[in-house]
């Protein structure tokens, strides 16, 4: 008893350490009480139906743009409500999910998914609608061309003599831009295939152009079995050939020749080190520790504090910050982060969150970055992607905008601020997620979450999606890396 009370006297004694922590880094002490994030809902007793309606009426209350975006959510009612009615009594369990994720997916916002527990029902949908593969990889240029950017060797697209980019006119008897246009990506489960991490979550693009590289992706997928005619001109070559590809189950492996919204995989690591160029670069992953993703990640700040120390002793003449897939965290560590390359402080952010008490939304506080030692004072390139998410977006706005800042990447970030965490549980062991808070600006205005599929951090300069540059890309080059070192030497001319 006397181990179990001295355990006791410990925890509560760092669960105080934490909280006066908390308040005195954030000073939105409000951000942190619980009793402001909604009450989670435990639907997965109820009928299918039932439980569609009321996880619809708690959606539609608490989520926190539908302004901003337009949400229209009777009209999502009545588009979704008959078929979760039909798949409902028929126990069509594999219906239920597609109506459910495409009801989702109908919300353009990376922080609303639909997350299975049991992954076999994902699993076997994404094997019946886009289990085959025809051994390429597409890509969409800047000129609006598409191409093969990438073929897998010994496949039927090599066989049939496409060379990587080459020109697809027409695919299955459509011109190729119209046949991307009807892919319809909300309708189409695939991240089982992918081989990219957290498998079993699945999130709508937030903005245009992410919706159009999985469209993109997409269109090179279909039902094993699927013959298609692809119309196609080689590099070099005026001249049109036609050839027939056949779907073959390859287990999703063209999905991993190209991917412009990658991920590392999900980790607390840091790394960095000197490129041989001489410019600092740090890797950066997330603001989470993995076991506890809701603790401030004091060690993450010291370890970027020791990595920019080195490269000011190494006196590196620039450093690159790689946000690529960074997977966020906390907004207040995002903002201690940015305070490495800003010498007074500044805003980050008012925090709105949904009150149910009140049943609107309130103000909880305000994050500010406060300048951290050492300071950084030469140039700093942030790399992001579509994949670069929620508070890493912040930290990718707030390093950009710093006084030597700035940002490279073929695409901007997702376009998905808001405050994650709220939770619905749903039969079939699946999990609707969504944010029930926003961050906004001085005036009140919403930051960085897309509105009418336009948002987030957009590059400053926009790296190219030339022929070459595709191609380099597919064959595994990191063009981004080399347009960031290239960028820094530009800067250094001036």
């Given at each position: ?406 940002s490279v990447g073929f695409h901007g970030t997702n376009g998905s601020f808001g405050l994650a965490g709220g939770e619905i549980f749903m039969p079939l062991d699946l999990k609707i997620r969504y944010p029930f808070g926003r961050y906004v600006d001085r005036e009140g205005q919403i930051q960085l979450d897309s509105r009418n599929r336009i948002g987030g951090v957009s590059v400053v300069y926009r790296i190219p999606k030339t022929l070459d540059n595709v191609l380099a890309f597919a064959e595994g080059i990191d063009v981004e890396l080399e347009y960031a070192v290239n960028y820094l030497r530009w800067i250094g001319n001036w």
């Amino acid at each position: 008893m006397k181990g179990t009370k001295g355990s006791a006297f410990l925890f509560l004694l760092s669960l105080f350490f934490i909280l006066f922590c908390w308040n005195d880094l954030t000073g939105t002490a409000d951000a942190a009480n619980s009793q402001l994030r909604p009450q989670k809902a435990d639907l997965r007793n109820r009928n299918w139906t039932e439980a569609f309606k009321l996880a619809h009426e708690k959606l539609s209350r608490e989520y926190p743009f539908t302004e901003w975006k337009e949400i229209d959510w009777d009209s999502l009612h009545d588009t979704f409500l008959p078929r979760i009615e039909q798949a409902s009594a028929a126990g069509n369990e594999k219906a239920y999910y597609l109506a459910l994720r495409e009801y989702l997916f109908s919300i353009p916002d990376g922080h609303v998914a639909l997350e299975a527990g049991d992954p076999r029902i994902p699993n076997s949908i994404s094997m019946e609608m886009v289990g085959g593969g025809y051994g390429l990889a597409l890509a969409e240029l800047d000129d609006f061309r598409v191409i093969a950017a990438a073929i897998l060797p010994g496949c039927q697209a090599e066989q049939a003599c496409i060379e990587p980019g080459a020109e697809i006119i027409t695919w299955d008897g459509l011109p190729v831009r119209k046949a991307l246009d009807n892919v319809k990506v909300g309708a189409t489960p695939y991240r089982p295939l992918t081989g990219e991490p957290l498998p079993g979550i699945e999130s709508p693009p937030a903005t245009g152009e992410h919706y159009r590289l999985e469209q993109v992706r997409l269109l090179a997928r279909a039902p094993i079995g699927t013959r298609v005619c692809v119309v196609y001109k080689n590099p070099g070559s005026e001249n049109l050939q036609t050839t027939f590809l056949t779907a073959t189950d390859d287990r999703g492996v063209t999905f991993s020749l190209l991917n412009f919204a990658s991920r590392p995989g999900f980790s607390d690591r840091i790394d960095y080190w000197i490129l041989p160029e001489g410019y600092g670069y740090l890797l950066l992953r997330t603001e989470v520790y993995l076991n506890d993703m809701t603790v401030y990640k004091a060690r993450i700040l010291e370890e970027v504090r020791e990595a920019v120390s080195f490269f000011i002793d190494t006196d590196v003449m620039g450093m690159i910050v790689d946000l690529r897939g960074y997977y966020g965290g906390l907004d207040e560590l995002a903002a201690d982060l940015s305070g490495f390359f800003y010498p007074e402080e500044n805003f980050y952010g008012y925090l709105e969150i949904y009150d149910s008490n009140e049943g609107s939304f309130r103000r909880a506080g305000e994050v500010r970055i406060k300048p951290q030692e050492p300071t950084f004072e030469r140039p700093v390139v942030i790399l992001v992607n579509p994949a670069t998410k929620s508070s890493g977006e912040g930290l990718a706005k707030y390093i950009s905008l710093s006084p030597r800042g700035h940002s490279v990447g073929f695409h901007g970030t997702n376009g998905s601020f808001g405050l994650a965490g709220g939770e619905i549980f749903m039969p079939l062991d699946l999990k609707i997620r969504y944010p029930f808070g926003r961050y906004v600006d001085r005036e009140g205005q919403i930051q960085l979450d897309s509105r009418n599929r336009i948002g987030g951090v957009s590059v400053v300069y926009r790296i190219p999606k030339t022929l070459d540059n595709v191609l380099a890309f597919a064959e595994g080059i990191d063009v981004e890396l080399e347009y960031a070192v290239n960028y820094l030497r530009w800067i250094g001319n001036w």
